[in-house]
């Protein structure tokens, strides 16, 4: 049983080896995960079947479903169908990571989803959902009246989903969290899909993290920024990991009044120089700027400036 390497809803994350015991629920989040190399590893599907014999499975509040046997060929699907007929034997999950495994296992790009459509009704007391992965992702008709924050970490988000977000039933929302990605991974996000998802913010009246963050386009959407209302709950505005440059700086520097009214402005991972980057540290909020990254130049003239997060 691998130690906590690190957090979720925060508890440190300890992953679950058959023929183990549990960790203590009440002190760990318990991450699920078989390996598609180890030949001495169970199906996914007997795997589960033993979790779900292991005495204490009804406290676990915090849970994370790693890979699944062959993420990179073989969508979520049948793992998924797994969690929604065990909802009643894990009824006080609130806390739910989905796809959650690191590069060594499978790089997020490769990583097959599917419609979590199914999940909502199994457990609607979910307050924390994290989904990692874009490739066949499908939120479908996202109604989780208790949910507090969801986060979709990913290198290329689609249009779709956005939209799906924007018709959402999560009136207690507090933090939304979405990586954008780029165009080579699958994003196809342009200023108008940004523009219907920011005027369905009121959704949700209690939002105040709202990151729009790791996405290739980062200064159009800081040019983007000045034209929207956004909510005036929101204490954080993240827009980190991204290819921020001066251009798009220099836009956020003209929203000095409206920034003010942020506690954070989080741009860490960006292209800012040094100048610029002292500027917007004048902004009445708190700014990040972080991470400085140097911008690739290459012969041709063409200039490169790469995402936290793709393949």
Not at 141 to 152: F, G, M
Not at 254 to 278: K, N, P, V, W
Request: with cysteine; net charge negative.
């Amino acid at each position: 049983m691998s130690q906590g390497k690190h957090l979720f809803a925060g508890k440190p994350v300890i992953d679950w080896a058959i023929n183990q015991p549990l960790p203590d629920p009440r002190s760990h989040g318990i991450r699920l995960s078989v390996n598609e190399y180890n030949d001495d590893d169970p199906s996914f599907q007997d795997y589960f079947k033993a979790f779900l014999q292991q005495p204490g499975i009804d406290q676990i509040d915090t849970l994370l479903l790693g890979n699944w046997g062959e993420a990179f060929e073989t969508g979520i699907d049948d793992a998924l169908q797994q969690l929604v007929e065990a909802s009643d034997r894990l009824s006080a999950v609130k806390h739910l990571a989905l796809a959650e495994m690191d590069s060594e296992e499978c790089e997020v790009s490769w990583i097959n989803l599917g419609n979590f459509g199914s999940l909502y009704n199994a457990y609607p007391q979910l307050q924390t959902l994290q989904i990692k992965g874009s490739v066949g992702l499908q939120l479908g008709e996202l109604n989780l009246p208790e949910l507090r924050s969801l986060t979709l970490i990913n290198g290329g988000l689609s249009h779709e989903v956005l939209a799906e977000i924007s018709r959402a039933n999560c009136p207690e929302l507090q933090h939304l969290e979405l990586w954008l990605g780029e165009e080579n991974y699958g994003c196809d996000i342009a200023n108008e899909h940004l523009q219907a998802l920011v005027k369905q913010l009121p959704r949700f009246p209690q939002l105040s993290y709202l990151a729009l963050c790791n996405y290739e386009a980062a200064d159009e959407l800081a040019k983007l920024l000045p034209s929207l209302e956004l909510p005036a709950t929101l204490t954080t505005l993240d827009l980190s990991k991204g290819t921020l440059s001066d251009e798009g700086g220099a836009a956020l520097l003209t929203m000095a009044e409206r920034l003010g009214q942020l506690q954070t402005l989080d741009l860490h991972h960006h292209y800012l120089c040094d100048d610029m980057m002292q500027q917007l540290q004048q902004l009445p909020c708190q700014v990040d700027v972080s991470e400085q990254q140097e911008t690739d130049y290459y012969d041709d003239g063409d200039v490169y400036r790469y995402i936290f997060l793709a393949e």
